[in-house]
């Protein structure tokens, strides 16, 4: 069943730009979609150690350090701010992109991080799916303006599998977006890579029209991708120091065409590297859909917002069309066989259909928020609201039903919670879509991920830990 509706969507003008909250687990869902028809993907990896490099912000012209660390599976790559109070984080995902010119940026938590989508690639490009990033500054450093010094410290680091299968997203059907002559899209291609077209058509003759295909592996990115570096005109600059920005970056950083055509003070790596280095970019900016995507993606005059575009349309539409697949098919539990794998029953029992299920992996369900619920009595009158907790428990009984009674050996207990956030109001009405996805399942112990939605919008998230009750049967016949 097609995952995609292809549609053309226009690119919204900065003025128009809205940070949206959207879920990731969805997205995350959705790859499980895919896995589940018959394929079969490599583990997750992340670091195998800590891996540092220095250097200076291009567009403050601060010292910045950023360090690798490793991360736990399922958590994607997260931005860590160590200047600020309380270490901020902020989530490499497409809902936290806000508009910068030229670069891209994240904002979530009252921080924001800059010129993210070199450091993003090399991570993405090696294969990486779940990393911290630590930074002591708005910006990462800019460096030789390549990926090259993130992926040497990185390999020199480490990388090592996680046990858990990567779960990437596999294009059926195409989706574009466009903004004037500049296009690009992504359509179904290699099931098991990612494949890049690029067509650079830059207005000054000084670089002119290139053209590159290439498809995106790990040694591949290392040895033919990762060392293109940013290019820029000599006019461009010297307007961008007229502004205050990159006053400590000079020509041995980065490639600056002269109106002749010359490359000031340095030299090409690649005869078409600046070509190569917008396949960069974009490997930077796809990373933003918060799993890998498999398909292959056409680019022509394409720009770091119009990538994060053709990102945000992917996410919207695979939303749309995993969520009405899952309403159209028959559930995978009703409510009697949920109340045979959960000891909870009426008025507690808080899940009314599992719609989607991978044992100890991964649970769609949902909850029908209706006017008579016997907690909307008392919270509150006249403005009824399903009370937090309550959403959460909903998320425990579902992250319950999702280690399937420990393949008969008993039923999950929550034990401790992290992370707990509550982002909106529940009503009578909505439906609640509970998602969690198994982080860590072991013999007697479960550390969940679970997050609840209502209109794709994140009404509560936690992180729980679960172990195994021996005493499921006796619970379950009470």
């Known amino acids: 069943m097609p995952l995609l509706l292809s549609r053309e969507h226009p690119v919204p003008k900065d003025e128009d730009v809205v940070v949206k909250q959207v879920s990731s687990s969805l997205v995350d ?10 394929k079969k993907f490599p583990e997750q990896r992340t670091l195998a150690g800590d891996a540092e490099v220095t250097g200076i912000g291009f567009v403050s012209g601060a010292d910045v350090t950023v360090r690798f660390r490793p991360a736990e ?6 931005f860590v701010r160590t200047d600020l109070p309380n270490h901020p984080r902020i989530p ?20 924001t991080v800059e010129m993210t989508e070199h450091l993003l690639a090399a991570l993405v490009g090696l294969g990486i799916d779940n990393a911290i990033v630590e930074l002591d500054a708005p910006e990462a450093p800019g460096v030789d303006g390549s990926s090259k010094p993130f992926v040497d410290a990185i390999l020199a680091a480490g990388i090592v599998p996680q046990g858990i299968p990567r779960r990437p997203f596999v294009l059926f059907e195409s989706a574009s977006v466009k903004d004037g002559d500049a296009l690009v899209a992504a359509h179904p291609g290699p099931e098991e890579h990612l494949a890049i077209t690029f067509n650079l058509d830059y207005p000054d003759p000084a670089i002119g029209k290139q053209s590159l295909t290439v498809t995106i592996t790990p040694e591949f990115f290392r040895d ?30 980065l490639l600056v065409f002269g109106e002749d055509g010359t490359l000031i003070d340095n030299e090409l790596r690649y005869p078409d590297e600046c070509v190569r280095h917008k396949i960069l970019d974009v490997i930077g900016d796809l990373a933003l859909f ?11 005059r394409s720009g770091h917002r119009l990538n994060a575009a053709l990102v945000r349309e992917i996410t919207e539409q695979s939303q749309i069309e995993y969520e009405r697949r899952l309403l159209t098919d028959a559930p995978v539990m009703d409510s009697s066989q949920i109340e045979q794998t959960i000891p909870h029953r009426f008025p507690f029992m808080l899940v009314d259909q599992v719609l989607e299920l991978s044992p100890n992996q991964h649970i769609v369900a949902i909850k029908n928020v209706t006017y008579n619920e016997p907690f909307f009595t008392g919270h509150w009158p006249g403005k009824k609201v399903m009370p937090g907790v309550l959403i959460i428990e909903s998320l425990a009984q579902a992250a319950g039903i999702m280690v399937m009674q420990w393949q008969g050996r008993g039923y999950g207990m929550v034990v401790s919670m992290d992370h707990v956030k509550l982002r909106r109001p529940v009503v009578p009405g909505d439906r609640l879509w509970l998602e969690c996805v198994g982080v860590r399942v072991k013999d007697k112990t479960a550390i969940i991920k679970t997050t609840a939605r209502v209109n794709r919008q994140i009404a509560a998230e936690a992180e729980m830990r679960f172990v195994r009750n021996d005493q499921s049967d006796e619970l379950l016949s009470a």
């Open 92 to 111: 490499a995902h497409i809902s936290r992109v806000v508009e910068r010119q030229r670069r891209t940026a994240l904002s979530a938590n009252g921080a």
């Open 29 to 38: 869902a959705v790859a499980t979609f895919n896995h589940s028809r018959g």
């Open 73 to 78: 599976p399922e958590s994607g790559i997260i």
């Open 224 to 253: 033919e991708i990762a060392s293109a570096r940013t290019f820029i005109l000599e006019r461009e600059i010297e307007f961008l120091r007229s502004q205050g920005l990159g006053t400590r970056s000079t020509a041995r950083d």
């Open 290 to 300: 918060g799993r890998r995507l498999h398909g292959h993606v056409l680019a022509h």
